[in-house]
């Protein structure tokens, strides 16, 4: 069982930056992949970014390219989100997500542990 937990939502003006962060406890922080996804109201949930168990791999969908960056701190068991010149359209909750398995993989359905959630608005 990995526990999840996301901060460093909030509200922020188009253009401007956050950084979020995922604290995890439980089983071995470092024996999972981690991936960011998000959801709007009424819409899917998607994804935005993974990164491997060391941190050697990232991929960030093309929507977010450019602008966000994922990374991890395995001796924290932490991962972050860092949130460049974002726009209204990135308004959603965000969700971290913890992935057993040995593929990269952009579908919730391959994620077994999930956060509650952080909001994230940008306002125009």
């Known amino acids: 069982q990995v526990q999840l937990v996301e901060s460093g939502g909030g509200l922020v003006q188009a253009g401007g930056s956050l950084r979020l962060s995922c604290a995890a406890s439980g089983r071995t922080f470092s024996g999972y992949a981690m991936g960011w996804f998000r959801q709007a109201p009424g819409k899917d949930r998607d994804f935005v970014a993974h990164?491997?168990?060391?941190?050697?791999?990232?991929y960030v969908a093309d929507s977010v390219k450019g602008r966000f960056t994922i990374s991890r701190d395995n001796a924290k068991n932490t991962v972050y989100l860092q949130m460049n010149s974002l726009k209204p359209e990135d308004t959603a909750v965000y969700y971290c997500?913890?992935?057993?398995?040995?593929?990269?993989?952009?579908?919730?359905?391959?994620?077994?542990?999930w956060g509650q959630g952080t909001q994230v608005t940008v306002s125009s």
């Open positions: 990164i491997s168990r060391s941190g050697g791999f990232t």
């Open positions: 997500a913890a992935d057993a398995g040995n593929v990269p993989s952009t579908r919730p359905r391959e994620y077994n542990y």
